[in-house]
């Protein structure tokens, strides 16, 4: 595909020029200025309707969507569902595995560094060997996925402790 | 004649005219999308300070222009930053593009994500205008873009298009719709010619009238039938019945034998239902397996007598059943259905309204049938069930082909206050079937919200024939695989290929025996007929103990060793065993280097996500474990197993370590 530069006489499509150079000065002032009403007057959904796009939680775009479904066979086994490091296999691991969604995790590490683990895994980087490299079986682009996945998983884990703190100064009170 | 008025408005007219024609080009001189331009520009002077790679860019409209897609997309006029991952956390219209499998220069953005690519503001680029019927789809929602060039069920990387399409599939909904892709072999519910022979009166009539209360996972959608409806179609399926008078005599005698079987005998039936792993298909309120339905309160659906001569032979009241058939003995046969008659109960159920129910179901007189049959052909319930005298042809409901790029002015959307989209429009149809008029007969499925915007991406993934060939990803050859002989009768009698796989056909929930007789010994294969154990603890579905006579075991093996073999794979590495300093690398590569421990069990240390390796030579040959470690994804594409990058070497030391492992206790029992 090329780029190709725009055409000159582009087609006249704004209704504003279209009607100014159709009809008088008189149908301009009517007009009443650019914009039009005609697609701004969505009707207001019926409150018992549901919502294609609404949800009280984010909806899954798609490197989060795509990672989820890596983390889920991939990861899930030692991190948990949560990320939090309590997988099932976790019990067994000395040392444990690390919690994706401390504020360590959230603030501290890049998404370059989190690649960078998953591709080679925890042994070449100073870390633990049961931690192993994905970058043979994972794709650039799947590790890609994964990353934005935990990013998802550490703003739930934080919102979820925003609440729960509010919660806790609402009963303090 | 007022001519001095006429004149002096038509001078006022004139001059304005003049003033708007000489405005209206100054709107080209400054349009939207060069202020944005110029924004980003500032953007990327102070990114750049920052360290980033963020250039300016030249003042002009940009485009993509794909002929063969018929794309001409201007949208880089102002999404300057599409392609700069510097820019993923810019904020919008400069945001980089999350990564997807595609180059932006090869299809451009109005194949996924629609919208009027040639316009030049926002408004209308984005396709919020009048009509411009295919707005820009809501982000979530592109993802159903994906599977319109790539058909197949579980396209890679597109989740939500595979889920929507698993939920497609689960639902059955090709039973009624016509949907490219989909089509049924057969029917998805249960031949109900004999239905009067198999359930009890006040079941049915539940059933009918809310399946979910009676099974939150039922596969049998919500007609949402009236009370009436449901006690008339009850009346009418009852008398459909294949036993003679004589043998329903028979079956009634039978139930009292069940109902007043002792304790042993139920304890008997219990103890085989577990060890005979039932619960791998067959969930109990809701925990286990999916592949059959859940039996919690199976007691309170069907008939003792039925039940017992189900268990003799699936397929000869079904043909088309995924059951296997049992190996089992007349005194196993009535012990488990004692079992089942007295356990499997729905203790929630109330006997008074039991009898309530039963009032309610008419006499199937001449008009009670005849309403019956009305009932079962308006709500198309012979597309799903097979029932005589109700033949089916063509589809019951609408073609769905191209669903995903239907005109919205062809849509119903009744009195609803919804958004006039199509999206909006699936999505609630998928929530509330029949919202959009009452006299819709579409039954509710009950999909969650996440559930509703899965299948909804996947219906816009249907958009007919609006992509060329040569952009369609090359479709696999359809697997075959057609066995015949006793090997073939044993496939059919125990049904092996509903949890298991041969050349790519079967199913997925048990591991593909495509090699088999490459990766594991003859001997431990038939012993693992007569008592299969848990290899991989973390499954819901295990192995049943299906009862195999030594015959077939016999004819299953030497089918492995012979057929399902592959010739690259050697079966021993080691001409003599492995000398000791080798085994000793390969066990310091196996817990230092690579900690396989992590996954793996030996000698009851370490994790369970893998089989645990405990005398793991009577298992498989060494030739499949080396092979094995040097590349898990040649075998099980989808595998957990991490591919490590072993060198030869390495993956040598690696197997003659696991080769020398003794078997846990001594035994090849195992847990389970």
Redesign the interface.
Known sequence: MTHRPAPSHRAVSNPVVRALLAGGAALMLACGGPGGGGASAAETPAETAPEATQESAPLMQFEEANGFEIYQRYCLVCHGELGEGDGFNAFNLDPKPRSLVDDYMRTRVSDRELTEVIRLGGRKRGRSPLMPPWGRTLGDRQIRYVVSYIRLLQRKAQAAAETSGEEAAETGQ | MAPLRLWLAFAI?????????AI?PV?HVFPEWKSIQKQYNQLAAERYKMGQDVRPVEI???????PDLG?VD?CTTCHLGIDNPEL?DAPEPFRAH????HRL????CTVCHRGQG????T??AHG???HWESPML??????GSCGSCHRERKPP????V?SGRRLIQEANCAACHKIPGFSLERKPGPDLSDIGDKVRPEWLYRWLKSPFDYLPESKMPDFHLSESEAAVLTSYLLTFKKKSPEEAAAGRQWEQALLNASDEEIEFGETRYRELRCVSCHAQEGRGGKLGPDLGKVASKVQPAWLVSWLENPREHYPDSIMPQYGLTEREKKSIAAYMVSELVDYDADPDEDDKILELIPEPDRAVMAEGEELFRQYGCAYCHALTGHEVRGEFGADLSEIGVKDIDQLDFGN?????SL??W???KM??PR?FSPDLRMPDYHFS?EE??QV?AALLSLTGDNIPPKYLPPSPDPPSYSPSGPFNRILEKYQCLSCHSIRGVGGEIAPDLTREGSMAKPEWIARYFELPYTLRP?MTERMPILGLTREEIETAVSYFQLVLVDDSIPREIFLSPPDRSMVETGRRLFY????C???HQVNQQ????GPPLDGVRNRLYSGYIYEWLLNP?RFIP?T?D????LTPEEARAITAFLYGLPPAGGSQGGSR
């Open positions: 007219a004139s001059v304005l005219m003049f003033l708007a024609l209206s709107r002009g409209l940009r485009q993509l222009w794909n794309v201007r993923r999350p990564t997807t499998p220069e090869e299809i451009g040639r316009a030049t503001t408004e209308a919020a205008t009048k809501p982000s979530f929602y592109v993802s990387e597109t989740y939500t595979a609803t206050k919804i958004e006039r999206v909006q699936l999505y609630t929530k509330i919202i919200d509703a915007r909804t973390i230092e280097k690579y900690g421990q992590a996954c370490g994790g369970y996500v994804q989808e957990i991490p591919n490590q990058g």
